[in-house]
């Protein structure tokens, strides 16, 4: 993300944070901070850029594959194969057997996760004041710095998971995991807490992982964009602080395009690894 250019009056440097980490919200909304006060509280923001994304992904592929080329593909055509070749062999090496499913899920998540991921590439303040243009107060574009968004797509994949489970080991099968793992038929009770924390600690550590490094890259990118505003001081402060700015800002992202990747990866091979447990017969 490119850092804002912009200068922020008003408030401060806490006042500016705080608005551009605040979500927007309607249904059971506090009135005053604009958080959610209830179960019945929708963020709009992280559900209708989640969505464009995903309806992106579904354009550009019916696009490509309704003019794919055999003999000598374009450069597009062959950037998008070398993601699939990436893909197809995680999943060769990482999931036991075969399921259909699997390796179009792990591309979904993939490209979905590392496009939410990259919105953070776009200019802090641009699409926020843009949307005030049209009457949007609060507006976060990056829906995995939404703690909401990331612990759905990690409870969609536990559901899979559970399903694998039960589909492959039976509902037998899949309760005496929780009885005789991992200490023996001797520590029933203490097997079952250990299990329990175990499948639970699944799609947390999905969700909070990403979630978590997703949001700490927004909060430097705010600050940076924070030495080009609230920093600078007439002209001479902005000759110097702007420079440093750009800097600063550069090397943020170049770093952090390496960041996003990486989570969409590892949301993506964990997802995997675990819907592979789910078709092995032992744990």
């Not at 605040?22 to 059971?28: A, F, I, Q």
């Not at 594959?65 to 950037?79: E, H, I, K, R, S």
């Not at 499948?199 to 600050?223: D, I, Q, Y």
């Amino acid at each position: 993300m490119a850092s804002s250019e912009t200068e922020h009056s008003g408030g401060g440097t806490v006042e500016y944070i705080q608005h551009h980490l605040t979500n927007w919200c309607v249904g059971d909304c506090d009135p005053i901070t604009h958080k959610a006060a209830g179960f019945w509280a929708f963020h709009v923001d992280t559900f209708v850029i989640s969505c464009l994304l995903g309806l992106m992904i579904i354009l550009v592929s019916k696009r490509l594959g309704a003019n794919l080329q055999t003999g000598t593909p374009g450069g597009f055509q062959n950037f998008v194969e070398s993601i699939l070749d990436f893909v197809s062999q995680q999943v060769k090496d990482t999931f036991p057997g075969h399921n259909p499913l699997i390796a179009p899920l792990a591309l979904t998540i993939f490209i979905w996760v590392w496009l939410m991921n990259a919105m953070d590439l776009i200019p802090v303040d641009l699409l926020p004041e843009l949307g005030k243009l049209v009457g949007i107060e609060y507006l976060k574009v990056v829906p995995t710095t939404d703690l909401n968004a990331t612990l759905a797509m990690a409870l969609v994949v536990f559901v899979l998971i559970i399903f694998y489970n039960i589909k492959v080991k039976g509902l037998g099968g899949y309760l005496k995991n929780f009885l005789f793992h991992p200490f023996g038929k001797f520590f029933i009770p203490v097997n079952i807490v250990m299990s329990a924390i175990e499948e639970v600690a699944k799609p947390l550590s999905l969700a909070l992982r990403l979630f978590g490094n997703l949001f700490a890259g927004e909060l430097v990118f705010m600050l940076i964009a924070l030495i080009g505003g609230t920093l600078t001081v007439g002209f001479v402060g902005y000759a110097f602080w702007w420079p440093l700015q750009v800097v600063l800002d550069l090397g943020w992202l170049i770093f952090h395009l390496l960041v996003i990747t990486l989570q969409a990866f590892i949301f993506m091979v964990l997802s995997i690894v675990y819907l592979g447990m789910a078709h092995t017969e032992e744990h």
